[in-house]
């Protein structure tokens, strides 16, 4: 009996240890981003997207739920502004209002590369389409390319040609070469990298540009303004149409993948997606709050607040 007892007792001790251990590693755990998302990026493939914070991290997330797969990592020391991948989806940049850019692995998030020469916070960068140069903008007035290899700055846009002001956006055509930039002096501009020379300059909103985008084949340039407009622009300097059904700024603007559709976020909530054909609506959503930033992948998913998907896009 004696034996019994102590047996018993032993068992009892034992689950006291064992039970609570065992119920904290089942329990799943929950990551969170506790600033404002202000960029958002699809990997190559579609199967997750990274998101950038205000709060200096940046987090990668499943595209099925929206959940963070992995703890946020900070790497900066201000506000996330941007981030994109690689062409090849292995690597990704994320730009700050700490004046630099950053290379970082994808698997292990270790930081491969660190650009450095803005005088301002940088406000955008994203990668030409080759993966062998960064495209940067920033609040101190410039333009900057650099290559990725060795980290060094290989081009900047004369001052007499660039914007007078902030510039706040940009992006890069997929023929690899041309790319545009806009900011608070409310002009896009078209430039060459081969030339490295201004192509054109478009008067395009009333207000500052905040986004841009480009289409598949690189022949059409979307723009978005804190004037509540979202402009579509033939490559060759013309305005073809413009969408002012937001209540306040736009704040993001991008093509599907095929072209065929035209989202936008917006501070006033709403999601909206438009023919570029007919340019007329064919989708709307409303976030719980102001919609910061979107995107799509070749599956049809959009990104605002939360996961949408648009099986006809």
């Known amino acids: 009996q004696q034996q019994q007892q102590q047996q018993q ?18 329990k799943e755990r929950v990551y969170e981003q506790f600033g404002s998302l202000t960029s958002i990026a699809f990997s190559p493939k579609g199967d997750l997207f990274i998101t950038a914070s205000d709060d200096t991290s940046y987090a990668l997330r499943s595209v099925r739920d929206a959940r963070i797969v992995e703890e946020p990592r900070r790497g900066h020391a201000g506000a996330l502004t941007s981030c994109n991948f690689h062409p090849e989806g292995f ?18 998030g270790r930081l491969l590369a660190a650009f450095r020469g803005h005088q301002e916070g940088v406000m955008e960068a994203c990668f030409f389409p080759s993966g062998k140069k960064v495209l940067s903008v920033s609040l101190d007035h410039s333009i900057r390319i650099w290559d990725v290899e060795s980290e060094k700055e290989v081009a900047k846009a004369p001052p007499h040609l660039g914007h007078l002001s902030a510039v706040r956006s940009c992006c890069v055509s997929p023929g690899d070469n041309v790319f545009v930039t806009g900011g608070d002096d409310n002009f896009l501009r078209v430039w060459d990298s081969r030339l490295k020379g201004l192509v054109r300059k478009l008067i395009s909103h009333s207000e500052t540009i905040t986004t841009i985008g480009f289409s598949s084949d690189g022949s059409s340039i ?3 303004s804190p004037d509540k407009s979202c402009r579509l622009w033939d490559l060759r300097g ?28 917006s501070w006033d909530r709403h999601v909206i997606v438009y023919s570029s054909s007919t340019f007329m609506e064919v989708g709307r959503w409303i976030c719980e709050s102001a919609c910061c930033s ?16 648009l099986p006809s896009l």
């Not at 690597?91 to 630099?100: L, P, Q, V, Y």
């Not at 059904?245 to 093509?255: C, G, I, L, P």
């Open 294 to 309: 979107v995107s799509a992948t070749s599956l049809g998913t959009v990104r605002g607040e939360g996961v949408r998907d």
């Open 91 to 108: 690597h990704f940049i994320t730009s700050s209002k700490d004046e630099s850019i950053k290379l970082w692995e994808l698997q292990s």
């Open 222 to 224: 979307l723009s978005g």
């Open 9 to 26: 007792q032993q068992q009892q001790q034992h689950q006291t240890h064992v039970e609570p251990h065992l119920s904290v590693q089942r």
């Open 238 to 265: 013309g305005l073809v149409h413009c969408w002012d059904k937001h209540e306040d700024a736009v704040s993001q603007v991008t093509f599907t993948p095929s072209s065929r559709h035209i989202i936008t976020g």
